[in-house]
């Protein structure tokens, strides 16, 4: 056989997908000098033919000048896997896989060490802090991007944040819109109104009502609500009523508001207990330097 028919063959699909021979040679982790070399009359080791495989789009197959073999649907083959659990399984599974990725997947060049099972509790107590429990965070920071969160049996969120070409700033809420946001939930009584209604989220509520069932005085509540549906955390509805119409409120964008309250916590813990690649590290922000301790 034509040793040179595989660099050929590497050439042409790499260069089918658009590939330079540096980004090749990064994804499979050698260098661009050897993807040349295979590419004018060399060959990759036999070892490294399933990555090359990979990343290409192709099978080994292909890349021997042969037709037989079939490129599997990755994306396909997910979906199906997907559909073929229970519907009250599939979120939880999701993020499984994306606490996977962001420890073992992402970036090669994370730590090593042997495989860690998926935790049992979101929370951990930080011994140097009596009574204190802090959520499990894991980090994963590479050159493209971040994926963050938490990832529990009991409780799980995740966040994928792929660096856009432009940065991230540029899709930042303004100044103002901070403002506005964070100046509402800072009022005396906008977290107690706001946690009722999280808990509350499929009813109306008039202010007078909101101001009995949170112990919250009603001129209070009657400010935080406004501030709140200005900043549209909460939706306002006027009804009307045999003595004339009233205010009702009710949960504006819940879907953004738990992950919005979830992250809060995630930032503001004053300890993190970051599970990063392989490691814990345990860090304790303004007391000197993180210590990592091997999984």
């Not at 042409?12 to 499979?28: C, F, N, S």
């Not at 959520?135 to 792929?162: C, H, N, Q, W």
């Amino acid at each position: 056989m034509d040793i040179s028919l595989i660099g050929n063959q590497i050439q042409k699909y790499r260069k089918a997908r658009g590939m330079t021979q540096k980004e090749l040679g990064t994804a499979i982790g050698v260098s661009t000098q050897a993807v040349s070399q295979w590419e004018n009359g060399g060959a990759p080791d036999v070892a490294l033919l399933p990555a090359i495989a990979d990343r290409l789009g192709v099978t080994v197959d292909k890349l021997f000048g042969r037709e037989g073999g079939q490129v599997q649907d990755l994306s396909g083959a997910f979906i199906r896997w997907l559909r073929s659990l229970p519907e009250q399984e599939r979120l939880d599974r999701i993020t499984r896989l994306l606490w996977e990725a962001a420890i073992y997947g992402v970036s090669d060049a994370l730590f090593t060490a042997p495989k860690i099972d998926y935790p049992e509790d979101a929370e951990a107590d930080m011994p140097s802090v009596a009574g204190s429990r802090v959520l499990m965070r894991t980090v994963t920071g590479i050159e493209s991007g971040y994926i963050l969160g938490v990832g529990a049996k009991d409780y799980s969120f995740f966040g994928v944040f792929p660096e856009p070409e432009a940065g991230y700033e540029k899709y930042f809420p303004t100044d103002d819109e901070c403002r506005v946001l964070f100046g509402a939930m800072a009022l005396p009584g906008a977290m107690e109104t706001l946690r009722f209604f999280c808990r509350n989220k499929q009813s109306l509520y008039a202010a007078a009502a909101v101001a009995q069932r949170t112990g919250v005085p009603l001129p209070e509540t009657e400010r935080a609500m406004e501030a709140l549906t200005q900043a549209h955390l909460l939706q306002r509805e006027q009804i009307t009523l045999p003595d004339g119409p009233l205010d009702t409120y009710a949960i504006g964008d819940y879907s953004g508001i738990v992950p919005l309250l979830s992250f809060a916590r995630w930032i503001f813990q004053p300890y993190g207990m970051n599970l990063v690649g392989n490691v814990i590290r345990t860090t304790c922000f303004g007391e000197g330097e993180p210590r990592d301790e091997k999984a």
